[in-house]
C-alpha cells in the first residue's frame, strides 16, 4: 500500500532506511532529480537534489547511484558528472556502469546490433520528420523517440508508425514506454537489473530507489523488506512512499542526510 510522504511527519519507515549500516540511494534522474524537459539533453538536476546528493555522499557507508535509461555518455553529461564524482552511474537500464575511481566498468563495448541499429536510425530519421516536435535519440544499446515537444495526436502517430518499422525489421528488441517515450533496446536489462549488480557491488544492507515512470517500476518491484521504494509523482506503483516532485523527494533524501549525520555522530 503506497502512502504519501508527509514532510516534517515522523517516518518509520524513512527512519528505518537511514539507520541501515550500508545504505544505497538510487534515484532515477529524469523526473526525479530533475524536472521533466522538452529537450531531454537540457534536463539537470534540481538545486535541491544536487545539494541532497553532497550532503549524502560524504556520510560513511552512503553511497548515491544515479540508475536511468540514457546511455551512460548521455547520462554523464546532463548529470554534470565529473571524473572525480562520488556519485555511481548505471545508464541503458543497467547494461553500463561507472564506478568512483575506476571509471566505465561492466558496460558490453561489442554490441552485435549496432549496425541494425545504425541501418534502423537512417530509416527512422526521414521518416520521423513528418511528426512535427517529435525527436530522435540515438543510445547506446538503442533508439528513444521523444513526444514530449509533439502534440499527443502527433506523438501517438509516430509511435505507431516506429512500432511498424520494429515489427518489421528487429522484432527480438525490447519495447519500453515512459512518459511520452518509446524506447526500443538490443539489450533486455531493466532497472532490477541495476539494482541487483548495485546491491552485490556496494554490500548495501538497505537501498531506496527512488523514480517517476514505468521503467522504474522494475527496479521498485525487486526490493526487499530492508529496502524502501519512493515514487515521484503519479501512477500505480509498487512503492511504499509517494512524494510530489523532485523538490519534494530532495527535501526526502535531506531527512534522510540529516538522520544519517546524527546516528553517526
Known amino acids: 500500500m503506497t502512502r504519501d510522504w508527509r514532510p516534517g511527519a515522523p517516518d ?54 544515479f540508475v536511468s535509461g540514457r546511455s551512460l555518455v548521455h547520462l554523464r553529461e546532463i548529470a554534470e558528472h565529473a571524473d572525480d564524482s562520488p556519485v555511481v552511474l548505471a545508464g541503458s537500464h543497467g547494461a553500463q556502469y561507472w564506478y568512483p575511481g575506476e571509471g566505465e566498468a561492466d558496460a558490453v563495448s561489442d554490441d552485435p546490433d549496432r549496425m541494425l541499429r545504425d541501418t534502423l536510425l537512417e530509416e527512422l530519421t526521414p521518416l520521423l520528420s513528418d511528426y512535427p516536435g517529435v525527436e530522435l535519440e540515438s543510445k547506446t ?8 515537444p509533439a502534440r499527443p495526436d502527433v506523438e501517438q502517430a509516430a509511435f505507431a ?85 523532485p523538490q519534494q523527494m530532495a527535501g526526502l533524501l535531506e531527512v534522510i542526510a540529516s538522520e544519517r549525520a546524527a546516528r553517526r555522530q
Open 12 to 65: 518509520e519507515a524513512v527512519t528505518a532506511i537511514a539507520h541501515t549500516e550500508r545504505l544505497l540511494v538510487a534515484l532515477d534522474f529524469d523526473g526525479t532529480a530533475s524536472e521533466l524537459v522538452a529537450d531531454p539533453m537540457t534536463a539537470r538536476a534540481i538545486p535541491e537534489m544536487k545539494r541532497a546528493v553532497a550532503d549524502l555522499s560524504v556520510l560513511p557507508g552512503t553511497t548515491v547511484a
Open 161 to 245: 508508425a516506429v512500432d511498424e518499422v520494429f515489427a518489421r525489421r528487429a522484432k527480438h528488441w525490447r519495447r519500453r514506454t515512459g512518459d511520452r517515450i518509446l524506447e526500443y533496446s538490443s539489450r533486455l536489462e531493466g532497472k532490477d537489473t541495476a539494482i541487483a549488480v548495485l546491491r552485490e557491488r556496494i554490500g548495501a544492507t538497505g537501498i531506496l530507489f527512488a523514480g517517476d515512470d514505468v521503467t522504474d517500476e522494475d527496479a521498485l518491484r525487486v526490493l526487499a523488506a530492508d529496502d524502501l521504494g519512493v515514487r515521484v509523482g503519479p501512477g500505480e506503483t509498487a512503492a511504499t512512499l509517494r512524494v510530489e516532485s
Open 141 to 148: 544499446f538503442g533508439i528513444g523517440i521523444h513526444g514530449r
